[in-house]
Nanobody, 121 residues
Framework: QVQLVESGGGSVQPGRSLRLSCAGD??????MGWFRQVPEKEREGVAA???????NYADSVKGRFTLSQDNDKNTLYLQMDDLKHEDSGIYYC?????????????????WGQGTQVTVSS
């Protein structure tokens, strides 16, 4: 069992930045990623990174969001810049297999508890 603990959510104005963190004893064994969910919509993939460091981003966040990881700390980061209203939602860290890299929920083995991001003027 892997426990994923997210932090870093909050409320910001449009155009500002936030950095989300996800800590867990994954030891490079999983594809890692972030999903987000808003009420009455399905959870959608935002960004993913595979075991070789290759990244995948949703079209809506390309050029604004950046994934990175600190393997020594077993921590995954999501730097979110130039935030927009539509980026609001609950962000979930995820660990899984190659299907997660393509944002398939079926490839997620473990979920974090979620952290709220609100972008509002």
């Amino acid at each position: 069992q892997v426990q994923l603990v997210e932090s870093g959510g909050g409320s910001v104005q449009p155009g500002r930045s936030l950095r989300l963190s996800c800590a867990g004893d994954t030891y490079g064994n999983y594809v890692m990623g972030w999903f987000r969910q808003v009420p009455e919509k399905e959870r959608e993939g935002v960004a993913a990174i595979d075991r070789n460091g290759r990244t995948n981003y949703a079209d809506s966040v390309k050029g604004r969001f950046t994934l990175s990881q600190d393997n020594d700390k077993n921590t995954l980061y999501l730097q979110m810049d130039d935030l927009k209203h539509e980026d609001s939602g609950i962000y979930y860290c995820a660990a899984g297999d190659g299907r997660l890299f393509g944002f398939l929920v079926s490839g997620v083995y473990y979920w974090g508890q979620g952290t709220q991001v609100t972008v509002s003027s």
